[in-house]
């Protein structure tokens, strides 16, 4: 009876001691697993797009009454009352009776803002038209909405331009708008020298 409880005694110690290896086993793997070196991935860099960029590097210049005339970054979306803010806004006797605030901005245009009593230079189109060329709007080309930014224009007389240039063909001269009905010698000489054409004038 003494040796069966032996060998019960044997196997209980037996069975405790591999119980004891593995759990010594998985404390060192435990342990190896927490030395182990951790790797840590920094994040790539955003890669800027090149619209993104163009975006960023919109540069107008404001010239005539504004306290800081010169060349100004803008903000895509900008209208041209922030182009004149940048150059420090308005000077005296600036005259905003022909400029359109409210016209969004474009790269590498030139905004003047005349003043009362003084003519726009030929070189410095007005603020209030700011279309494809250099400024002013191509009266053979522009729509009807850009057409009504301009003094005695509302959507009737844009429409009539509109109409007379698409039954006539496009302007030979600016003189020749006087043509449409409805525009008389007052109304052109208003917007004459806020337009252009685009074959001519």
């Not at 420090?88 to 600036?94: D, E, N």
């Not at 850009?146 to 007379?164: K, V």
Request: no cysteine; charged share 20%.
């Amino acid at each position: 009876m003494s040796g069966q409880r032996l060998r019960v005694a044997g196997a209980v110690l037996a069975a405790l001691a591999a119980l004891a290896l593995v759990g010594a086993a998985a404390a060192l793997l435990a342990r190896s697993d927490d030395a182990a070196p951790v790797r840590i991935v920094a994040p790539e860099p955003a890669a800027v797009s090149e619209a993104e960029a163009d975006i960023a590097d919109i540069k107008v210049q404001v010239s005539g009454a504004v306290m800081f005339p010169g060349v100004y970054p803008v903000k895509a979306g900008d209208r041209v009352i922030d182009a004149i803010a940048a150059a420090g806004g308005l000077g005296p006797g600036a005259d905003l009776s022909g400029v359109n605030l409210s016209r969004r901005v474009k790269d590498e245009a030139h905004y003047h803002i005349p003043a009362i009593g003084k003519s726009t230079p030929a070189a410095a189109p007005t603020a209030g038209a700011a279309g494809e060329s250099g400024g002013l709007i191509d009266l053979n080309t522009a729509p009807a909405q850009e057409m009504e930014s301009l003094p005695g224009i509302g959507p009737s007389l844009a429409g009539a331009i509109i109409a007379y240039r698409e039954g006539h063909g496009p302007f030979a001269t600016i003189d020749d708008v006087d043509n449409v009905p409805g525009i008389g010698p007052k109304t052109l000489d208003a917007i004459r020298r806020f337009v252009t054409l685009s074959a001519g004038q």
